[in-house]
C-alpha cells in the first residue's frame, strides 16, 4: 500500500486513502427517557420561579433556546469549512508591524487517531473469573523505592506491555491508528470511540500487543464520551493488564507519563506533569451513521479533561496516560494544534495534551463490557454562559419538570459555579462536569441566587438516548 500525505482534517487527523469531501454525519441513538428520581428541595430553596434581576439580564449572553435540553444536549457550533473541525477553544490576532494587517491563529482541539504504515519494578498479579476458569494476569503496577525521584525506567517497562496499538482498515483499504489499554485477562481493550466508528461495520480491526497481532472486534462503542471497548479473538494466557489510579486525587503538577502509537510508532514513551485538571474540552463526536443534533449542530464529546504537556500526537488515541506507579490515570484523546486563518493543517504536540480521567473511563468501559451501551449522568435544565465582569459560571434558563434540579429546588435565573467544589467558568464547564459525574451519584452544585450562595445538593438521573 502507498502511503500517501494525511488530510489533516480526516475523522482520525492522519488518515490514507480517505476523501475528506465526504465527512460522516455522526448520530446518537435516541431511546426513550428514563423515570427521574424526585428529590426534595435543598437548602431551603423553594420551588417558586423568580424573576432575574436587570443586572442579571444586562450580562446576559445571548444563546440557543435550551427549553426541550438538558445539560447533556449542550453543543458547541462548529466552523464552516472543515469536515470534521473541532471546536475552537481560543483566539489570537497578531498584528504586522509593517502592513498592520492581522493574521489569525486559532488553537483548535484534535482527536489523536492516525494512520500511516530510582525504584524496580514489583509487578503485581490480579485474578479475573472468567466462566468457571479462573485466569491470572500481572498488573502494571510498580513500586518506587523513591517516590520523590521515580525510575520511569521501570515504569515503562511495566506498562507499556498493557498498552497496544491498533490499526482499522476499511472496506476501501485505508488505515487509521490509534493505540488501547489492556483493561482485563479476557483480552478487553479499551482505545477512543473515534479510533474505531466511522470507518463502516466492514472494517478489519488488528490490535499488536507485545510485538504480536490479533484479531479484534468491537464489544460496544459510546461516541458521547469517546470511548470504546475491543475484545481480543485468542486472547493469550499472559496478558498484563492496566492498573487503574484514582484519578479524583490528581492534583496539578503531578508527573505522568504518555504510553501509545503516535504516527504508528509503537511503545512511543514521554513524560510531562499534569497541567490542568477539570479543563472543559469540546470535540466533534464520531459515528458510523449520519444525523444532525437536535441543537442542530454535530453531536460533540464535553471532556472534563486532564490536560498534560507530555508530548502526544496523533495515533496517540486511546493510549494510556498513567502516573509514577504504573497505574492509569487517563486515556488520551486529543490535543491543541495552532492553525492560521488561511489553512486547517493539524500540528504535532505542542504540550497541550488531553486524556479521560480514569475514573469516568473505568465507569463507562464497565458498561460497555457488561452490556454494549453506557448510560451518562444529567440533572434536567438549560443553561447559558454569563459575559462582563462579575462571577464567572453558567446562568440556569430553564428547569425541566421532574428533573432532578428541580427537585433540588434550582431555578432560572440561579447561578451555578462549582460542581463538588470544582469551579464552573461557562455552560461547558458545568456539561463536563455533570458528564464526568454518575448516574445516580449524588452531586452538589455551588448556586448564587439574589447575592446569596448555596450548596445544592442534586443525584444524578440517567440521560435520554
Do not use: C
Not at 162 to 173: D, F, H, L, P
Not at 181 to 210: E, F, M, P, R, Y
Not at 248 to 276: C, F, H, K, Y
Not at 425 to 452: D, F, K
Amino acid at each position: 500500500m502507498s502511503t500517501q500525505n494525511p488530510n489533516p482534517w480526516s475523522r482520525e487527523a492522519w488518515q490514507q486513502g480517505a476523501d475528506p469531501r465526504y465527512p460522516q454525519q455522526p448520530q446518537q441513538p435516541q431511546q426513550p427517557q428514563q423515570p427521574q428520581q424526585p428529590q426534595q428541595p435543598q437548602q431551603g430553596y423553594s420551588q417558586q420561579s423568580e424573576p432575574q434581576s436587570a443586572q442579571q439580564a444586562s450580562t446576559q449572553q445571548p444563546q440557543p433556546d435550551y427549553a426541550q435540553q438538558s445539560e447533556s444536549d449542550y453543543a458547541r457550533q462548529f466552523q464552516p469549512g472543515y469536515p470534521e473541525q473541532n471546536a475552537q477553544v481560543a483566539t489570537a490576532s497578531p498584528r504586522s508591524g509593517k502592513s498592520g494587517s492581522r493574521l489569525a491563529a486559532i488553537i483548535a482541539l484534535a482527536v489523536l487517531a492516525g494512520a500511516a504504515g530510582g525504584g524496580g519494578a514489583a509487578y503485581g498479579v490480579a485474578t479475573y473469573l472468567q466462566g468457571s476458569q479462573t485466569t491470572t494476569a500481572t498488573t502494571t503496577q510498580v513500586v518506587q523505592a523513591d517516590g520523590s525521584n521515580p525510575d520511569w525506567t521501570s515504569v515503562a517497562e511495566a506498562a507499556s506491555k498493557a498498552v497496544a496499538s491498533i490499526t482499522v482498515t476499511s472496506m476501501n483499504g485505508s488505515e487509521s491508528l490509534g493505540s488501547g489499554v489492556v483493561v482485563d485477562a479476557a483480552g478487553h481493550i479499551a482505545t477512543n470511540n473515534h479510533v474505531v466508528s466511522g470507518t463502516g461495520s466492514q472494517a478489519t480491526i488488528t490490535v499488536v500487543l507485545n510485538n504480536v497481532a490479533y484479531d479484534a472486534t468491537i464489544v460496544g462503542t459510546d461516541p458521547t464520551t469517546d470511548l470504546a471497548v475491543l475484545q481480543l479473538v485468542d486472547p493469550p494466557s499472559d496478558l498484563h493488564v492496566m492498573s487503574f489510579a484514582d484519578s479524583s486525587s490528581l492534583v496539578v503538577g503531578d508527573e505522568v507519563m504518555a504510553i501509545g502509537n503516535p504516527l504508528g510508532l509503537e511503545d512511543t514513551v514521554t513524560t510531562g506533569i499534569i497541567s490542568a485538571l477539570n479543563r472543559p474540552v469540546t470535540t466533534e463526536a464520531v459515528t458510523d451513521n449520519t444525523s444532525v443534533s437536535r441543537s442542530g449542530g454535530s453531536e460533540v464529546v464535553v471532556t472534563a479533561a486532564i490536560q498534560t504537556n507530555a508530548a502526544i500526537n496523533p495515533g496517540n488515541s486511546g493510549g494510556a496516560l498513567i502516573n509514577s506507579s504504573g497505574e492509569l490515570v487517563g486515556i488520551t484523546s486529543s490535543i491543541a494544534s495552532l492553525t492560521s486563518s488561511q489553512s486547517s493543517s493539524q500540528s504535532g504536540s505542542i504540550g497541550l495534551g488531553f486524556a479521560i480521567p480514569a475514573n469516568q473511563v473505568k465507569y463507562v468501559v464497565d458498561q460497555l463490557i457488561a452490556k454494549g451501551s453506557a448510560d451518562h449522568p444529567q440533572i434536567g435544565i438549560g443553561a447559558q454562559d454569563i459575559t462582563g465582569t462579575g462571577q464567572l459560571g453558567a446562568q440556569v434558563t430553564n428547569v425541566t419538570s421532574g428533573s432532578p434540579a428541580a427537585a433540588a429546588g434550582i431555578q432560572a435565573g440561579d447561578l451555578i459555579t462549582a460542581v463538588d467544589g470544582s469551579p464552573v467558568t461557562s455552560t461547558e464547564s458545568l456539561v463536563a462536569l455533570v458528564r464526568a459525574s454518575q448516574v445516580g451519584q449524588q452531586i452538589v452544585l455551588t448556586v448564587q441566587r439574589n447575592g446569596q450562595s448555596a450548596d445544592v445538593t442534586v443525584t444524578t438521573t440517567a440521560a435520554a438516548r
